[in-house]
């Protein structure tokens, strides 16, 4: 038995020395040489150089003066990063019609002389609950109640929408969006 012993244990201490502490280590090494900010989390700081979270998670808007980003369905809180996931709520479950009719009060409540049709993205969760995303149509929903909030023309608020709208990946995958953390920190250094 002792004869099995040795070499199991020999083999057991490479191969964690290689795939728990080598690959590991240098992995993360040329991660952090090749996309620095990837690596880090791909984190965002306002003007003033404090950190005020990742373009790669969302974050809970409810003030009428910021662009609001897609409904959380993560628990305890929305956006909870640690809790990641939907609601589980399938298309003829009466939560999720009821949850969606509430959103598109609240939205009508915020801006009562808008009648135009609601972006799906602005009443529905993601798969995740972190969706740092919306589309192009829910920021130019919005418009015209964060101008009337920060008395600001609203064609700069559609210039400034326009800039903020990141093209699909490549070219090719996905659709256009806007990281409404992105936008809501160019719209704080707009000038008054």
Request: net charge positive; glycine share 8%.
């Amino acid at each position: 038995m002792s004869v099995h012993f040795k070499p199991a244990f020999l083999m057991l201490v490479i191969w964690t020395a290689l795939t728990g502490l080598i690959y590991p280590a240098l992995v993360t090494s040329l991660a952090k040489l090749l996309f620095p900010s990837q690596a880090n989390g791909s984190l965002i700081s306002d003007q003033s150089g404090k950190l005020v979270g990742s373009q790669l998670i969302g974050q809970s808007f409810s003030d009428p003066k910021y662009f609001w980003g897609r409904p959380s369905a993560t628990s305890p809180f929305p956006y909870n990063g640690g809790a990641s996931g939907g609601s589980n709520q399938g298309p003829t479950n009466p939560a999720l019609a009821d949850a969606v009719k509430a959103r598109i009060q609240a939205l009508r409540a915020a801006d009562p002389e808008n009648q135009a049709p609601i972006p799906v993205d602005l009443v529905t969760a993601s798969a995740s609950g972190l969706d740092p995303h919306m589309s192009p149509a829910a920021a130019a929903y919005q418009i015209n109640r964060v101008a009337k909030v920060r008395r600001i023309d609203p064609e700069r608020l559609r210039e400034l929408v326009i800039e903020q709208t990141e093209s699909r990946q490549w070219g090719l995958f996905g659709e256009p969006r806007v990281n409404v953390l992105k936008l809501n920190l160019a719209l704080d250094r707009l000038p008054r």
